[in-house]
């Protein structure tokens, strides 16, 4: 079946510094979709991506749509205390359904 | 604009029982998708719910059935629970009506299941 390997698993970073975290895949998806996730709560869409090399930002956030369609990058840029949780990349497949394929997520770690 | 809500927040069941889990759709949506999500991994797909059946299941045994209502909103039932059911488990709804398609699936805070 499908699978996203998502990477790093994990990031320390200092505030202010940017975050680079990136997801791949062995299949093709048609849409890439990023979530943040905290602790008790359920994930919260950040950006939707939607054509192959397609850049998208939100606020501080960028991500982008590989041009194979088997890839996304994520990027925060100057962190801050707030972005702390776990990040996931979906991929979308859509084949009758809309299912949701998830990566292992990226915890990120803010030391102020 | 009222949100993905779930129902409830936590629960705790004993080995071999049943429970039924809740979900409302995002006020506009009328497809349902439900996850599990095991601590530190991923959401993982169980089925998704669209004009009151179901479109597609992922890897999941016939343990896990499910149920959308008129109103879009949608019950998740586990039978036989085993330990290994332990987890989040996860609504999201999004729009797959004729002509107007969101692919964006937006989620409610889930509901935690402890088996013991």
């Known amino acids: 079946g499908q699978q996203l390997n998502q990477s790093p698993q994990s990031m320390f970073i200092q505030e202010g510094e940017d975050v680079s975290m990136n997801c791949t895949s062995s299949?093709?998806?048609?849409?890439w979709l990023w979530y943040k996730q905290e602790p008790g709560e359920g994930p919260v869409l950040l950006i939707a991506l939607y054509k192959a090399g397609e850049l998208t930002s939100n606020g501080r956030l960028t991500a982008q749509f590989g041009i194979t369609r088997k890839d996304s990058f994520l990027n925060i840029s100057a962190s801050i205390p707030s972005d702390v949780g776990i990040y996931f990349c979906?991929?979308?497949?859509?084949?009758?359904?809309?299912?949701?394929?998830f990566g292992q997520g990226t915890r990120l770690t803010i030391n102020p | 604009d009222a949100g993905v809500t779930q129902s409830p927040t936590h629960l705790i069941k004993t080995r071999g029982q049943q429970v039924t889990l809740r979900c409302s759709p995002k006020?506009?949506?009328?497809?349902v998708s439900w996850y599990q999500q095991a601590l530190g991994q991923g959401p993982q797909f169980i089925f998704q719910?669209?004009?009151?059946?179901?479109?597609q299941r992922g890897n999941f045994p016939d343990r896990f059935s499910g149920h959308q209502f008129p109103n879009y909103s949608s019950e998740l039932n586990v039978n036989a629970l085993l330990l290994g059911d332990s987890a989040l488990y996860l609504c999201?709804?999004?729009?797959?009506?004729?002509?107007?398609?969101?692919?964006?699936?937006?989620f409610g805070p889930g509901t935690r299941l402890t088996v013991t």
């Open positions: 719910y669209y004009e009151e059946e179901e479109r």
């Open positions: 299949s093709i998806f048609n849409t």
């Open positions: 999201a709804s999004s729009l797959a009506g004729t002509g107007l398609v969101s692919y964006e699936q937006y």
């Open positions: 979906a991929g979308l497949w859509v084949q009758g359904a809309q299912k949701l394929v």
């Open positions: 006020s506009g949506h009328d497809t």
